[in-house]
């Protein structure tokens, strides 16, 4: 069964920095690509970086140049994102997610979701 977990979330002062990371597992062929969302309560999903299979990388306006979407290089089936300058507005549950993983026997696995990390940043 294929899982995204994610860790590193927690309390943060305001000008901060933090890294959180997804570890995808079970028995993983490819990914094709890896993204973290956010979301506040009472507010929609969005999307906040997104990584490809190819390494490129995108993300939202609000937080180009300040966060960074990465794969582990030793663990390809492990993202980071590195978090700095956060401000107050960047609290939300942190959520991993995957368009399309293959998995041993050729089955494909789509929209994955992990369970999120909850960040927290204080002013």
């Known amino acids: 069964q294929v899982q995204l977990v994610e860790s590193g979330g927690g309390l943060v002062q305001a000008g901060g920095s933090l890294t959180l990371s997804c570890v995808a597992s079970?028995?993983?062929?490819?990914?094709?690509?890896m993204a973290w969302y956010r979301q506040t309560p009472g507010e929609q999903r969005e999307l906040v970086a997104v990584?490809?299979?190819?390494?490129?990388?995108?993300y939202a306006d609000l937080v180009k140049g300040r966060f960074t979407i990465s794969r582990d290089n030793v663990a390809k089936n492990t993202v980071h994102l590195q978090m700095k300058s956060l401000k107050p507005e960047d609290a939300a549950v942190y959520y991993c997610?995957?368009?399309?993983?293959?998995?041993?026997?050729?089955?494909?696995?789509?929209?994955?979701w992990g369970r999120g990390t909850q960040v927290t940043v204080t002013s």
């Open positions: 990584i490809n299979a190819a390494d490129s990388t995108n």
């Open positions: 079970g028995n993983i062929l490819y990914i094709n690509s």
């Open positions: 997610y995957s368009d399309r993983i293959r998995v041993v026997g050729g089955h494909q696995v789509l929209d994955i």
